[in-house]
């Protein structure tokens, strides 16, 4: 019989929504059918199942063709290119467990690397604003259950993050929002009329990058001063009005997106916001929240925080220290200055999303992809290494956009002989420790650490 599993994690976007329901043949191994998941989501499930998913790494060949070879063929190359590497960089992680992330910083350590995940491209501006004036946040949870005011600034969810609306931000009924919709007023700034803007009761059309003189209007407004009669193209009147519902309500609670740090100003438009926060705190209860854009890519700051001391940009080339600072360390900024001499493109697509300048840079170098599917970055790679879809081959610890870890499960078994992120990167540490003829101490570490909660229970 066919069985369903339910609290199943979705592996898409930073809503990490764990309340799927999927129905998975009697044999365990097919995913027939999914509920409650967005078409993004219920997309994944299937996807997965592809027959066309590669099941073996393949490895680019002197006339452009790529051939397949054994795990350990590609672990042994992955290894001595990386010892051979003076400065590789290993980067992605937005859709992987926390296990993986933490396998590849022990062998980023090995090699010298430079560690770096997708926030470099995304809300990295976000975290320098963070370090600069603190983030006065919540989890969706409290927002869910008292914002009666909400502020999308820069972001559009009907689109990016499909569930979050429904979940946490506009239609949930809450402990002190009984009545959902009806209890909350929606405020959207964004210079188009985007389907998250038509949800709202106030579209701010804020001219094309001029959100940081938008922020700057409402904190004068909150402080008592006068405002010129338009700012940033929207009407004093208008401004007026929006901060005056901000400055009545019970619970304000702003969502930001690439709006804000992917236009002028970038981490000082973030660094304004988290100041109206804290100036609306003087008046009710504010909060503010970054729209983190993959499952788990608040992951990587976690487990690196703790490994390293810093989320992104790490720097390990040293070998006695890490070190990090965005601009020098960042990814986009090494490949364009021609610093790195290997990547490794981890869960993933930089093929498709960086800069293609970056890429050309990157393409001098050998360049390895570990992702369970075909995608651009794979297709220009000179060895491609299949691995588990985390959250439905894989279980694994992610971390929700408020940073609220949440165990993702797995459903199905995953193609025979495919290791999931964790385990191909224990095997590169190890053959990486055989090669230097060291000891494997992290991985002796984890032994300890099993053999201990085994003997606990
Ligand atoms: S909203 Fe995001 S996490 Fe939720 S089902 Fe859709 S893609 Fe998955």
């Given at each position: 019989?066919?069985?369903?599993?339910?609290?199943?994690?979705?592996?898409y976007?930073?809503?990490?929504?764990d309340?799927?329901?999927?129905?998975?043949s009697?044999?365990?191994?097919?995913?027939l059918?999914t509920r409650?998941?967005?078409?993004?989501?219920?997309?994944?499930?299937?996807?997965?199942q592809?027959?066309s998913?590669?099941?073996?790494?393949?490895?680019?060949q002197?006339?452009?063709s790529?051939?397949?070879?054994?795990?350990?063929?590609?672990?042994?190359y992955?290894?001595?290119t990386?010892?051979?590497?003076k400065?590789?960089l290993?980067?992605?992680?937005?859709?992987?467990n926390?296990?993986?992330?933490?396998?590849?910083?022990?062998?980023?350590?090995?090699?010298?690397a430079v560690?770096?995940?997708?926030?470099?491209?995304?809300?990295?501006?976000?975290?320098?604003?963070?370090f600069?004036?603190?983030?006065?946040s919540?989890?969706?949870?409290?927002?869910?259950?008292?914002?009666?005011?909400?502020?999308?600034?820069?972001?559009?969810?009907?689109?990016a993050?499909?569930?979050?609306?429904?979940?946490?931000?506009?239609?949930p009924?809450?402990?002190?929002?009984?009545?959902?919709?009806?209890?909350?007023t929606i405020?959207?700034?964004?210079?188009r009329?985007?389907?998250?803007?038509?949800?709202?009761?106030?579209?701010?059309?804020v001219?094309?990058g001029?959100?940081?003189?938008?922020?700057?209007?409402f904190?004068?407004?909150?402080?008592?001063?006068?405002?010129?009669?338009?700012?940033?193209?929207?009407?004093?009147?208008?401004?007026?009005?929006?901060?005056?519902?901000m400055?009545?309500?019970?619970?304000?609670?702003i969502?930001?997106?690439?709006?804000c740090?992917?236009?002028?100003?970038?981490n000082?438009?973030?660094?304004?916001?988290?100041?109206?926060?804290?100036?609306?705190?003087?008046?009710?209860?504010?909060s503010?929240?970054a729209?983190?854009?993959?499952?788990?890519i608040?992951g990587?700051?976690?487990?690196?925080?703790?490994?390293?001391?810093?989320?992104?940009?790490?720097?390990?080339?040293k070998?006695?220290?890490?070190?990090?600072?965005?601009?020098?360390?960042?990814?986009?900024?090494?490949?364009m200055?021609?610093?790195?001499?290997?990547?490794?493109?981890?869960?993933?697509d930089?093929?498709?999303h960086?800069?293609?300048?970056?890429?050309?840079?990157?393409?001098?170098?050998?360049?390895?992809?570990?992702?369970?599917?075909?995608?651009?970055?794979?297709?220009?790679?000179?060895?491609?290494?299949?691995?588990?879809?985390?959250?439905?081959?894989?279980p694994?610890?992610?971390?929700?956009?408020?940073?609220v870890?949440?165990?993702?499960?797995?459903v199905?078994?995953?193609?025979?002989?495919v290791?999931s992120?964790?385990?191909?990167?224990?095997?590169?540490?190890?053959?990486?420790?055989?090669l230097?003829e060291?000891?494997p101490?992290w991985?002796?570490?984890?032994?300890?650490?099993?053999?201990?909660?085994?003997?606990?229970?």
């Amino acid at each position: 019989m066919p069985k369903w599993i339910t609290q199943v994690g979705c592996p898409y976007c930073g809503a990490s929504c764990d309340d799927l329901e999927v129905l998975v043949s009697d044999d365990g191994k097919r995913v027939l059918e999914t509920r409650n998941a967005c078409a993004i989501g219920n997309e994944i499930f299937h996807h997965a199942q592809s027959p066309s998913r590669p099941k073996l790494p393949r490895m680019r060949q002197p006339d452009g063709s790529m051939k397949e070879v054994s795990y350990d063929e590609a672990i042994d190359y992955t290894a001595k290119t990386l010892l051979a590497a003076k400065k590789p960089l290993i980067y992605g992680f937005g859709s992987t467990n926390c296990e993986g992330m933490s396998a590849v910083a022990r062998v980023a350590e090995k090699g010298g690397a430079v560690l770096d995940n997708c926030a470099s491209i995304c809300h990295g501006p976000s975290f320098l604003a963070i370090f600069d004036n603190g983030y006065p946040s919540c989890t969706l949870g409290e927002a869910k259950n008292r914002a009666d005011v909400v502020v999308f600034w820069g972001c559009n969810p009907m689109h990016a993050h499909p569930r979050h609306t429904s979940r946490y931000s506009i239609f949930p009924r809450g402990t002190f929002t009984a009545k959902g919709q009806m209890t909350r007023t929606i405020i959207c700034v964004d210079p188009r009329e985007t389907d998250t803007a038509k949800l709202a009761d106030h579209h701010l059309m804020v001219k094309q990058g001029h959100d940081y003189d938008l922020f700057d209007a409402f904190r004068t407004v909150l402080r008592g001063h006068d405002i010129p009669d338009e700012v940033a193209g929207i009407p004093k009147k208008t401004i007026l009005d929006a901060a005056k519902v901000m400055k009545n309500a019970r619970f304000v609670m702003i969502f930001f997106g690439m709006g804000c740090t992917h236009t002028d100003g970038r981490n000082h438009n973030v660094d304004i916001a988290i100041s109206l926060t804290r100036d609306l705190n003087a008046h009710t209860k504010a909060s503010i929240m970054a729209m983190r854009g993959h499952y788990n890519i608040a992951g990587p700051g976690q487990v690196w925080s703790w490994q390293f001391g810093f989320p992104y940009c790490i720097d390990l080339s040293k070998g006695t220290h890490a070190h990090m600072n965005p601009g020098e360390t960042s990814s986009i900024d090494l490949a364009m200055r021609g610093e790195i001499d290997c990547f490794v493109n981890v869960g993933t697509d930089a093929g498709a999303h960086f800069p293609i300048r970056a890429v050309e840079q990157l393409k001098k170098h050998p360049f390895i992809t570990v992702d369970p599917n075909i995608c651009m970055a794979s297709e220009i790679s000179d060895l491609h290494i299949p691995v588990r879809v985390v959250g439905v081959e894989e279980p694994g610890v992610v971390y929700r956009m408020d940073n609220v870890p949440i165990q993702f499960k797995k459903v199905v078994d995953g193609p025979e002989g495919v290791p999931s992120d964790e385990e191909l990167f224990d095997r590169v540490y190890e053959r990486m420790c055989e090669l230097t003829e060291t000891e494997p101490i992290w991985l002796l570490a984890k032994d300890h650490a099993k053999a201990a909660t085994n003997a606990e229970q």
